[in-house]
């Protein structure tokens, strides 16, 4: 039994260390937004525990960004919740150096957040990124299936 447990974490391993580029992203909203993106990217790749990713959205906002706005990260793996993060993503882009409200005239936000010590290592997780806006409509919805986390060096 220890045998097939040490090839199973093998061959997670070695699909940790393949898996270099980031599947695609894809829209998830069910309705219209408040931004509509033009791209979206997560770095570094694959995610870091205990590390900073990185979401950039470029876009065009139809409405401010105001205070209140929250960003919600949900990981599943098979069609079970493996993972989750809120924040507040006022205070995220204020450590990019922006302040709510975020004027329609901005195209590229970039939010950073710590991936939690309790992110799942080397299994392919779906991930949804919504952002929503203190108005309480949706900001953006992405998502992406296979995204793995690492334990990367320092």
């Not at 993972?83 to 195209?107: H, K, N, R, W």
């Amino acid at each position: 039994m220890k045998f097939i447990a040490a090839i199973a974490a093998l061959a997670c391993a070695a699909i940790v260390q393949a898996q270099t580029t980031m599947p695609p992203i894809t829209n998830c909203a069910t309705g219209a937004t408040d931004l509509t993106i033009n791209s979206f990217t997560l770095a570094p790749y694959p995610l870091c525990v205990n590390q900073n990713v990185c979401a950039t959205g470029t876009g065009q906002l139809s409405t401010p960004v105001i205070e209140g706005a929250q960003l919600s990260i949900i990981g599943r793996y098979l069609n079970k919740i493996v993972y989750t993060d809120s924040e507040d993503l006022c205070s995220l882009l204020a450590a990019q150096g922006f302040t709510c409200p975020i004027p329609v005239t901005m195209t590229s936000i970039t939010a950073c957040v710590l991936v939690k010590p309790t992110a799942p290592v080397g299994i392919p997780v779906d991930l949804q990124v919504q952002a929503t806006n203190g108005n309480g409509h949706v900001l953006f919805c992405q998502a992406s299936n296979g995204v793995y986390a690492a334990n990367c060096p320092s």
